[in-house]
């Protein structure tokens, strides 16, 4: 365990706090609730308009004709409940959820949160159960939270499962001098079976992952390590400081040790490289006098790929589909989804990435609409995806959106091989 992580422990667990007896004799105010309740429930329509020379149309639509056009249906539903008595809290957040592509149609129910917290002080909470752990100070990524669940780009504000941890929280203000706050974070992941934390190792792996806290010279800082039986050693540093009211700038950085990568040439020969990447995230938060939200990043991958890489993967992918269409040879095709999974299961598998958002409250003296025009850019192929949408809120509870996703780039680029030329959705949230 890092030198400093000790000291923190030390720093914390012997700082102590004096207080005087205190009397007050105001009316006591009623009770709150010791419980809350509440449910989210979210319907969404997606109209998927192919693009049929994508590389990854052209290998799907061997297994048959999906046609130039798809329709997509997807309902959630997720109860939430916290109960709280003196020091204790116990929480549960369920996730149930509809979807129908088109294709087929079929339902999950998955435990998003189910908790208890033991706070016996202000400076001091221990945790067990499912949580929904989420660090690191980016937008769109987070490259030093390497026990977050992946977040969607496109949808960077929607809820994530949590994860199965043991855990504990230390807090210590200190008065006056430049550190003003100090915490530590303590968390065990252990995997055990297919329900607790099974795609971070082997069953009977336990991770351990800490996170230091410091809020020094009025900027938020994080310090965090993490490592386990079948995850790479991986440090992380995050930021996040307020130039001004209405500025705020963050930043990440995340290296792992000896983390294994996937590389597919044109030939589709695979090898495993191990690797110690570096990522890193820059980013800046703008509000100016009209009530316009600017956020940009910029995202360095080191693991990703670079625009020749991702060429000669989408070379051999379309080498194998030609061959299947002038031989009839299917191996060549099975092989191609085999290879190329890699790939297609990372949202971002680039190197460079740029991310650009604008939020407009009320434009044009619409009331309760806030629009938004979002851009995610590869910046080493070109290609991009842009989204406009809006968001109407007529009720506090209630959300209507819409929003359109089209990606732009020519043959051979991340966004000019998606199998979507536009994408439109349509989604309402209602919360209670």
Known sequence: ??????????????????????????????????????????????????????????????????????????????????????????????????????????????????????????????????????????????????????????????????????????????????LTNMGLTALVLPVIDDWANPEMGADGDVNWAVKLYLLWHDTDIDLIWFDGPSQPLSLGFDFSKNLAENIEVHGELGWRRDAVRTVVDARGQVRLERIDPLDWLLGMRYLNAWDTTFIVEYYHRGSGYRRDQLEDLFAFQAAAVERWRTTGEAASVSRARQVTEAYFSQRNPGRDYGYFKVFQKEPFDLLYVTSWIAMLANLQDGSFNVQPGLTWTPLTNLELNFRVAIPVGPAGTEFGEKPDAVRPEVWVRYYF
């Open 1 to 178: 365990m890092p030198v400093w992580i000790l000291v923190a422990v030390l720093v914390l667990g012997t700082a102590g706090t004096v207080g005087a007896e205190t009397y007050d004799f105001a009316i006591a105010e009623a009770a709150p609730k010791p419980y809350e309740i509440g449910v989210r429930l979210e319907a969404r329509y997606l109209h998927h308009r192919y693009d049929r020379d994508s590389a990854k149309y052209r290998l799907d639509a061997l297994r048959g004709d999906p046609g130039a056009e798809a329709r997509e249906w997807h309902g959630v539903v997720e109860p939430m409940f916290s109960y709280r008595r003196g020091m204790v809290k116990a929480a549960l957040v369920t996730h149930h959820a509809y979807v129908d592509d088109g294709l087929q149609a079929g339902t999950s129910d998955d435990v998003y949160e189910g908790y208890v917290s033991l706070t016996p002080s202000p400076r001091f909470t221990l945790d067990l159960g499912k949580r929904s752990v989420l660090w690191g100070k980016g937008y769109a990524w987070n490259p030093a939270g390497f026990v977050n669940r992946p977040r969607d780009p496109d949808d960077a504000t929607q809820n994530l499962e949590g994860r199965v941890v043991a855990g504990v929280d230390l807090i210590q203000s200190f008065a006056g001098g430049s």
